[in-house]
C-alpha cells in the first residue's frame, strides 16, 4: 500500500505550448495530477492546472475546485473536457476556460468515479458523509504537497449532485481548517444548478413545464400527483423508495413532454436517451436513473479520448483502471442518499460565515430554478429577509452587447445568480458568461 501510495502521489509537471512525450494532447498550462488513496483500497485522483493569465502569475491568482454531479461524473473528464478546462474535447483551445482566471482543481470524486477506483465495491462511498470524509484525506495531502497554495483563496464550484457534496465537504474543511488539520485559505463554495433540496426541484418540474408550454392540463395534473407521491416518501423517511419514486416521475414527464430534456428544456436528447416506456419500465428504477444522469456524462466520443490519448498523457492510471467503468455502480451505492436534502448544510455554512454562493440555468428542468428559490426561502440565515427584499441586477451578456444575460442578487456572505440561455451545464451552454460569474464570485470583478 505504502509503494501505490507514493506512486499515486506522483507529481508530473509540464509547461506551456509543449506537448506530452509519447501523446498528441497539447498543454496549454502547467499541469499536476496524482492519485491520493483516501482509504484503504479506495484511491481518488487528482488534475490540476495552474492558472494561465497574461495578466497575473497563478500567484495572484485563486485556487478553483470544481466537482461534478451523477454522483459518477468525472471531473477530470466531463468538467474538464466538456465545460471549463483549458482544451475541449477536441483537444481544441477553450476560449472561456476557467484557467483564464484561476488555477483550477478537478478531483474525481466520490471514488469510483473517472479514474478513481476503489479496489472492491464495498470500499464505495454511501452518503455525502463518507465523500466529504475522503475528500479532507485529498485536500490535506493537496495542501501539504502543494504548499504554494496555502495562502491562495480557495474555492469550491460545482454543478448537480456535486453541490450536495460540495456543501457538505465545505462544512468539513471549515471544521478541518478551525481544528488545524489541514491548512489552507478557504474563500467560499458555489452551488450551480444543484440538488441541495431534491423535493423543492420534483415539486416544482409541473409548474415549470407547464409555464413555458411543455405540459397541457391533463400532463400537469399527472406529473404533480407523480411528484406527491415522492414528496410522501421524503416525509415518511424512505428515501430509497423516493429515489425510486423520482424515477417514475421522470417517466411520467418525457411521456406527457414528448421526450424533454431535462438538462436543458430547449434541446433534444440523444437518441441514445430515448427509449419507450416499456422499456424504460424493464429497466427497473436504478437502471433508468443511470441511463438518463449518468450515462450522458460518458458519451463514446468523451469516453475514447480519456481512454485513449489522455489514459498516455497522464501515464498513472493503472492497467485494470477504465475511465468511467465504476461511474454507475457510484450511482447505485449512493441511492439511498439521492433525495435527502442538505439545506440545514447551507445554513450551517452561513452562520460560519463562509460565502455562500447560488447559480442556475434557466432552461434547467431537473434543478430547476424555481425549485431552488423554494429550499433558500427555508433557510434560517438571518440575513435572508434582507436578502429576499433586494432587486436583482442586470449583467450583459459578453457574447452580445445590450443583452441581458444574467441577473444576480448579493447581500453579506450569500450570493444568486440566474443565468439566462442556459440549461443545467451552465459553461457549456453559456461560457463567457459563466467566465464572468467566476470572475465576480471569486472577486476579480
Known amino acids: 500500500m505504502m509503494a501505490r501510495s507514493w506512486i499515486g502521489m506522483l507529481v508530473v509537471l509540464l509547461f506551456a505550448v509543449s506537448f506530452y512525450e509519447g501523446s498528441c494532447v497539447p498543454v496549454q498550462a502547467k499541469?499536476?495530477?496524482?492519485?491520493?488513496?483516501?482509504?484503504?483500497?479506495?484511491?481518488?485522483?487528482?488534475?490540476?492546472?495552474?492558472?494561465?493569465?497574461?495578466?497575473a502569475s497563478y500567484k495572484e491568482l485563486p485556487l478553483v475546485m470544481w466537482l461534478q454531479g451523477g454522483p459518477g461524473g468525472s471531473s477530470c473528464g466531463f468538467g474538464n473536457f466538456e465545460e471549463i478546462g483549458p482544451l475541449d474535447r477536441d483537444l481544441k483551445l477553450r476560449e472561456t476556460s476557467w484557467v483564464r482566471a484561476a488555477s483550477v482543481l478537478f478531483v474525481d470524486n466520490p471514488v469510483g468515479t473517472?479514474?478513481?477506483?476503489?479496489?472492491?465495491?464495498?470500499?464505495?462511498?454511501?452518503?455525502?458523509a463518507m465523500v466529504a470524509s475522503d475528500m479532507m484525506v485529498l485536500l490535506k495531502k493537496f495542501f501539504s504537497l502543494k504548499t504554494e497554495f496555502q495562502s491562495i483563496p480557495f474555492y469550491i464550484f460545482s454543478e448537480s449532485y456535486g453541490g450536495k457534496m460540495a456543501a457538505a465537504i465545505s462544512l468539513e474543511l471549515t471544521k478541518a481548517i478551525q481544528a488545524g488539520s489541514?491548512?489552507?485559505?478557504?474563500?467560499?463554495?458555489?452551488?450551480?444548478?444543484?440538488?441541495?433540496?431534491?423535493?423543492?426541484?420534483?415539486?416544482?418540474?409541473?409548474?415549470?413545464?407547464?409555464?413555458?408550454?411543455?405540459?397541457?392540463?391533463?400532463?400537469?395534473?399527472?406529473?404533480?400527483?407523480?411528484?406527491?407521491?415522492?414528496?410522501?416518501?421524503?416525509?415518511?423517511?424512505?428515501?430509497?423508495?423516493?429515489t425510486d419514486l423520482w424515477s417514475m416521475i421522470e417517466n411520467?414527464?418525457?411521456?406527457?413532454?414528448?421526450?424533454?430534456?431535462?438538462?436543458?428544456?430547449?434541446?433534444q436528447n440523444s437518441d441514445e436517451m430515448v427509449?419507450?416506456?416499456?422499456?424504460?419500465?424493464?429497466?427497473?428504477?436504478?437502471?433508468?436513473?443511470?441511463?438518463?444522469?449518468?450515462?450522458?456524462?460518458?458519451?463514446?466520443?468523451?469516453?475514447?479520448l480519456m481512454n485513449g490519448p489522455i489514459r498516455q498523457k497522464l501515464g498513472v492510471i493503472p492497467k485494470n483502471v477504465t475511465w468511467g467503468g465504476q461511474a454507475e455502480d457510484v450511482f447505485v451505492s449512493m441511492a439511498g442518499d439521492f433525495m435527502k436534502p442538505v439545506v440545514d448544510v447551507v445554513d450551517q455554512l452561513l452562520a460560519a460565515g463562509v460565502n455562500v454562493t447560488v447559480y442556475n440555468g434557466q432552461l434547467d428542468l431537473i434543478v430547476d430554478t424555481m425549485g431552488q428559490e423554494m429550499w433558500v426561502k427555508k433557510l434560517k440565515w438571518d440575513?435572508?429577509?434582507?436578502?429576499?427584499?433586494?432587486?436583482?441586477?442586470?449583467?450583459?451578456?459578453?457574447?452580445?452587447?445590450?443583452?441581458?444575460?444574467?441577473?444576480?442578487?448579493?447581500?453579506?456572505?450569500?450570493?444568486?445568480?440566474?443565468?439566462?440561455?442556459?440549461?443545467?451545464?451552465i459553461p457549456s451552454d453559456q461560457g463567457p458568461m459563466a467566465l464572468r460569474m467566476l470572475k465576480m464570485v471569486t472577486q476579480q470583478e
Open 383 to 425: 440575513g435572508l429577509q434582507n436578502f429576499n427584499k433586494l432587486k436583482w441586477t442586470a449583467l450583459e451578456d459578453p457574447q452580445e452587447q445590450s443583452q441581458t444575460g444574467a441577473f444576480y442578487k448579493t447581500y453579506k456572505n450569500f450570493a444568486f445568480y440566474w443565468i439566462l440561455k442556459a440549461g443545467h451545464m
Open 182 to 242: 489541514i491548512k489552507c485559505n478557504f474563500a467560499g463554495v458555489a452551488l450551480g444548478d444543484s440538488w441541495i433540496s431534491p423535493i423543492d426541484s420534483v415539486m416544482t418540474w409541473g409548474a415549470y413545464l407547464y409555464s413555458t408550454s411543455l405540459l397541457d392540463d391533463t400532463g400537469l395534473n399527472e406529473v404533480y400527483t407523480a411528484a406527491k407521491a415522492v414528496m410522501e416518501a421524503v416525509q415518511q423517511g424512505d428515501y430509497l423508495k423516493a
Open 252 to 267: 411520467v414527464v418525457e411521456q406527457n413532454t414528448n421526450g424533454v430534456n431535462f438538462y436543458n428544456i430547449l434541446t
Open 31 to 55: 499541469e499536476s495530477w496524482g492519485y491520493v488513496d483516501v482509504r484503504d483500497g479506495a484511491h481518488m485522483f487528482w488534475w490540476l492546472y495552474y492558472a494561465n493569465s497574461s495578466s
Open 114 to 128: 473517472g479514474y478513481s477506483y476503489t479496489d472492491t465495491e464495498d470500499a464505495l462511498t454511501k452518503d455525502v
Open 275 to 304: 427509449k419507450s416506456s416499456a422499456d424504460q419500465a424493464a429497466d427497473g428504477f436504478l437502471l433508468a436513473l443511470k441511463r438518463r444522469h449518468i450515462r450522458p456524462l460518458h458519451r463514446q466520443s468523451l469516453s475514447e
